[in-house]
Structure formats: structure tokens, C-alpha cells
């Protein structure tokens, strides 16, 4: 614990936002940067969850311990509509409450003596989650770096993918597409790569797709890793119904462990996997479970969502157009809710500060998910058009 970064990142910008509201208490601060979602969940999904919640309350629909991989019903449901002819059986799901949580879940199966890579800049649950197992040799570096991890450098100059040529082997890779912070989403011969490489070497890659609601291009942008061939021998695939139906705050996600995945000795993965999930957790939420099943049963509860979706990557354009016609680099969008700009030879806590000082508006330095991100920011679109397009005014009339 003591190797850990001091402070992490969000509750860094929390403190620094309440200090700001303090010496401007007129302010009307508007967050584009911690990416919690901010629409309200469609009613198809809530009455769901309400007419099971008030059952709870009658002997007939009293339920206790559900399975510990998650009901029935909602795995089926995540094998046929969200990994449609990719060959996930249900049995291969595992239901949980989060993309977060189960990052932590595997580390824990992976244990302190494997050594990972991740992307860099990435989401920092990785890192951290590894640091806190002992995987680490050190505390963090002046560079942002952890010695024992490997970091793929993932920028616009090589399409925000690693030359896998000169990427040491690892034990595991966390490959996070569309990316946290860039937005970037890996093209179906980037994956086939990635894939090629771990089965090369051995390797396990967790593939976190809590972003792939968002991705516009399906056809050269995979939605999942399963969509190359080989991945069901070399990948566990994570995701969560976060942002794909605004329940950050119910919690509901999913881990796919296929059946193939087996350690040298010949034993499979998704045992061990089953069994720290068994000890560690006793299964997500019912209330969420029955949430998660409204959202992809129905036609009519798949286009609740992605209207909600669809407000989002409005935003996105939004603030992508106003970035560009500021005559600034910048990146993601097209597949994500978060915009990576490049502010050269500057500082990424310099410009957060510099735009929360002159504008009000919150953002998220690039730096904090890595030392990749440096002399960048992320703005994430979660927020209400409204807040969005003025926090756009106010940034055009500082950055112009
Ligand atoms: N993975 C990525 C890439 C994320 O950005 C986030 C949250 O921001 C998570 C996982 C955590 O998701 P969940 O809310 O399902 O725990």
C-alpha cells in the first residue's frame, strides 16, 4: 500500500475543485471530468427493477443467495446479444458489480508474481490493483512509472497502438478499447495483432470493453476481442453496464472467461476464476441483475439505451468541433464519451488548472492515467447538453 501513488487522481480533482469553489463561491463550476454518468435511466429499466424490488417484500417473490456467477437468465441474455456468433456460452459469463471490481478480482486469481503490461496513458485500476498485489518492485518513479510494468506507449504517432515488436513479454496485458483516457478504438488488425501477440508468447490479455456501446464503426472497430479469431484461447474480456446504461451507481458488469483459456499446465482459467469469484463474492446484486436483464431482453429496452448512448456522443461531437475550430490536436470522440487534446509543451496539471482557474470548467489531466498522457487532458461528455455547450463557450473564449 505504501508503494501506491499518494493521492489518486479523482479524489486529487475533488480537492482541488472545492478549493476552487471556496475562493469563487459564485462559481458555477461544470465537470467534464470524472466519467460518471449523468442521464437518468430509461423507465423500462427502473419499473423492472421497482416491480422485482417491491416483490422482495412478498413470500412469493422473496429471493436470498442468487448463483454466484450470476443469474441465468441475464448470462444467456450477455451471450446472445452482446457477443452474437462469437460462440460465448453462457456458462462462460460471469455476472459481477463492475468492470472495477472484477479488475480486482483477477489480480487477486493472477496473483503478486506475474508480470503485466498495460497502455500507457490507461485507465489506472490496473496499475493499481497490481501495485497493492506486490507486483511491483517499488514505489512510483518521478517518471509516473512503476519499475516490473510494462507501459505500451500509445500516442497519435503510432495510432495510439504499440509496436508490439519491441513490447517485452509479459504474463498478462490490460488492453482497454475504446480507450480510457484517448478514446482511441483498436481497428480489427491492431486486435488481430494484439492477439497473435499473446498467443505467441503465452500470454493472457484482459480486454476491458466498458466503452464498446460507443464505438461507431463496427465494422472495422470490433465490439468485443471475440470477434478475432484465436481470441477465445488467449483473452478474458471485461465490461459493465456503466456506461452503457448509466448504472455507475447500481453497479452491474460482467467477465467473460472462455472455456479454451487454459494455463500451461493444461487447467482452465475459468476454474480458478470461478472459484475466487465463489470466496471473494457472492454474487451481484439482484435488483441490478433484473436491471441489466430489462436493458438487453427487449428491443424496446436495447433502444432505450442507446438513445441514452446517442445523447452522449452527441455531446461528444460537440466538444470535439469546438476543440478543432480552436485550432487544437485533438483526439477520440468518434468511439467514445471522452476527448483527449494535446496542449504541447505544456504541463497537464498546469492546463487543468489554467482552464479551471480561467473558465470554471473541471477537466482531467492526461498525465494521471500514465506518463504517456503528459501535455494532455481528457473532457468527457457526461454531462447534460446544456452544461456542454456552455462549458464550450466559455473554453472557446479563453483558448481563442
Ligand atoms: N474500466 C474502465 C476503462 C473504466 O473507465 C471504468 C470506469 O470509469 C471502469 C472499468 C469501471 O467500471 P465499473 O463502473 O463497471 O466498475
Redesign the pocket.
Known amino acids: 500500500m505504501e508503494k501506491l501513488r499518494n493521492g489518486y487522481l479523482f479524489p486529487e480533482i475533488s480537492m482541488r475543485r472545492e478549493a476552487h469553489q471556496k475562493k469563487y463561491p459564485d462559481a458555477k463550476v461544470i465537470s467534464l471530468g470524472i ?1 460518471d454518468t449523468t442521464e437518468p435511466i430509461p423507465s423500462i429499466i427502473t419499473s423492472a427493477m421497482s416491480e422485482y424490488a417491491l416483490g422482495l417484500s412478498t413470500p412469493e417473490g422473496y429471493q436470498g443467495y442468487g448463483p454466484e456467477q450470476g443469474q441465468k437468465g441475464l448470462r444467456k441474455a450477455i451471450a446472445e446479444k452482446v457477443y452474437p456468433n462469437m460462440g460465448i456460452r453462457d456458462t462462460e459469463v460471469f455476472i459481477s458489480d ?4 472484477d ?1 480486482a478480482r483477477l489480480q487477486m486469481l493472477f496473483g503478486r508474481d506475474v508480470t503485466i503490461a498495460v497502455q500507457d496513458p490507461t ?1 489506472p ?1 490496473y496499475v493499481d490493483n497490481g501495485v497493492i498485489m506486490g507486483q511491483t518492485g517499488g514505489a512510483e518513479e518521478p517518471s509516473g512509472r512503476y519499475a516490473g510494468i510494462e507501459y505500451m506507449r500509445c500516442a497519435p504517432e503510432n495510432g495510439f497502438f504499440p509496436d508490439l515488436t519491441t513490447v517485452p513479454r509479459t504474463d498478462v496485458i490490460f488492453f ?1 478499447s475504446p480507450n ?1 483516457p484517448t478514446g482511441h478504438a483498436a481497428s480489427r488488425e491492431q486486435l488481430r495483432q494484439l492477439v497473435d501477440f499473446a498467443r505467441r508468447n503465452g500470454s493472457i490479455v484482459v480486454f ?1 470493453s ?2 464498446t456501446s460507443y464505438v461507431s464503426d463496427s465494422g472495422d472497430k470490433p465490439r468485443s476481442i471475440y470477434e478475432v479469431p484465436g481470441a477465445r484461447e488467449v483473452a478474458i474480456e471485461i465490461s ?1 453496464f ?2 452503457f446504461a448509466g448504472f ?1 451507481g447500481v ?1 452491474l ?1 460482467w467477465a467473460v472467461v472462455p472455456d479454451e483459456l487454459l494455463y500451461a499446465d493444461g487447467t482452465r482459467v475459468a476454474r480458478d476464476f470461478d472459484r475466487v469469484v465463489c470466496t471473494s463474492f457472492n454474487g451481484a446484486s439482484s435488483v441490478a441483475q433484473v436491471g441489466g436483464l430489462a436493458c438487453l431482453a427487449t428491443e424496446e429496452g436495447r433502444e432505450a439505451v442507446r438513445r441514452v448512448v446517442g445523447k452522449y456522443k452527441e455531446n461528444t461531437r460537440v466538444l470535439v468541433d469546438t476543440f478543432a475550430a480552436l485550432g487544437k490536436e485533438v483526439y477520440g470522440g468518434d468511439d467514445s464519451p471522452y476527448v483527449w487534446v494535446r496542449f504541447p509543451g505544456q504541463r497537464s496539471w498546469d492546463v487543468f488548472a489554467e482552464i479551471l482557474e480561467k473558465t470554471h470548467v473541471i477537466t482531467v489531466p492526461g498525465s494521471g492515467f500514465g506518463p504517456g498522457g503528459e501535455g494532455f487532458i481528457r473532457v468527457s461528455a457526461f454531462n447534460s447538453r446544456e452544461r456542454v455547450v456552455e462549458a464550450c463557450a466559455r473554453l472557446t473564449s479563453f483558448l481563442a
Open positions: 466519467g463492475g468492470a472495477q471490481c479488475i485507465f485500476g482497454c480510457n476491458d466498458a466503452y459493465s456503466s456506461k455507475t453497479r458488469g
